[in-house]
């Protein structure tokens, strides 16, 4: 049995997009142990991940370097007798811990100064155009993995399938006084990047309304910091009775399983997004300043939209020039039919 450490990103989304990496590993290695080192809020996405053996809580903050704490880790991790590790982060600190636990093979991508600390470590990221296939081309041999054409193209490759707990969904629903009598959609309009993500709270009232006047229910998703701007979108939508502000009500996965109850997802480029994409709905996914030429959703049953104004995609937290046009001219009508057709599939 070939055991195995992977040093786990620190967002939503890459966390749940390093899920092709670990369904990789078990397709080459079908006995493989896969234990993923990650920040504590990670380990219930972990447990709904069948190829993850267990998660080890990162108990150091994001940027902390902390040398002689990520010693005293690494030895502890050395009785697990780990034979590989896979270090996703682009940090030097980030490969300290399989360092210092002796790991015999350690691969990840050319970062800061890691010469040593890597030791099958791979120059050629920016030949991979996705953020998934970088994750994946560490599964096999460096001499095989050439750029995004050594891979077969972004269908060919595993996608993220978050499992769903069907009592932990039922019993959600019932804490949260929701129902499934309506067919559901979910609506996720924060963005922990920034504004520059964000679809006007106008635009997501808009598809609410028209929802509602459908016969579908909604649900607004986020988390404590997404109260307000899920709340204005309910106010806006003039508080229909099939309007539910679940922002602030749920952890991680409690959301995991409710966006699983939704028929399609409604989304800013945020972690939610790709939750949604790996619980199986239909994703609308709204990208604004960002590209889907990098972390697209990893579904075949999603539909990307935005504006092609000349300034987009600035990659930017705000928009540079002031006038947000790339969110604010994207007209809800577009996603509205989607959604309608997405409904008579």
């Known amino acids: 049995m070939t055991r195995i450490l992977v040093i786990g990103p620190s967002w939503v989304g890459d966390m749940v997009m390093s899920q092709s990496l670990y369904k990789a590993l078990k397709q080459q290695s079908p006995d493989a142990q896969i234990d993923v080192m990650a920040p504590a809020w990670c380990a219930p996405i972990l447990a709904r991940m069948p190829e993850v053996n267990r998660s080890i809580e990162m108990p150091l903050g994001h940027g902390e370097l902390a040398f002689g ?3 005293q880790l690494g030895k502890r991790l050395a009785t697990h007798d780990y034979d590989r590790a896979y270090v996703l982060p682009n940090s030097a600190k980030s490969a300290l811990i399989p360092w210092f ?4 093979t350690r691969t990840g991508w050319k970062g800061e100064m890691r010469y040593g600390l890597l030791n099958d470590l791979r120059p050629n990221k920016k030949a991979f155009q ?3 296939e970088r994750y994946v081309a560490l599964a096999h041999p460096r001499t095989e993995m050439q750029s995004s054409a050594s891979l077969g193209g972004l269908d060919s490759l595993p996608k993220p399938a978050l499992d769903i707990d069907p009592d932990a969904q039922a019993a959600v629903i019932a804490k ?3 129902n499934q009598d309506k067919p559901v959609i979910g609506l996720c309009p924060g963005a922990e990047f920034g504004p520059a993500k964000k679809w006007p709270e106008q635009h997501y009232a808009e598809v609410a309304r028209q929802a509602h006047q459908h016969g579908y229910q909604i649900w607004l ?7 307000e701007t899920c709340e204005k979108i309910a106010a806006l939508a003039e508080n229909a009775p099939n ?4 922002a602030g009500k749920t952890n991680l996965i409690e959301a995991v399983d409710l966006l ?13 997004m ?8 239909q994703v609308i996914a709204i990208y604004g300043s960002t590209s889907p030429d990098y972390t697209p959703p990893l579904t075949s049953k999603v539909d990307i939209v935005h504006t092609d104004i000349e300034c987009r995609p600035c990659f930017q937290r705000e928009c540079p020039l002031g006038h947000l046009k790339c969110l604010n001219d994207l007209a809800p009508s577009r996603v509205v039919s989607l959604i309608k057709v997405g409904n008579n599939q």
Not at 101 to 104: K, Q, R, S, T, V
Not at 221 to 227: I, L, P, Q, R, W
């Open 243 to 246: 309007i539910h502000v679940l």
């Open 260 to 272: 699983g109850a939704c028929q399609t997802v409604v989304s800013n480029d945020s972690g939610l």
């Open 130 to 132: 996705y953020m998934v």
């Open 101 to 104: 636990a002796g790991i015999p």
């Open 274 to 281: 790709h939750i949604a994409a790996a619980v199986n709905c």
């Open 221 to 227: 998703f986020g988390s404590a910091k997404d109260v």
């Open 176 to 178: 949260l006084g929701l």
């Open 69 to 71: 704490k990520r010693y």
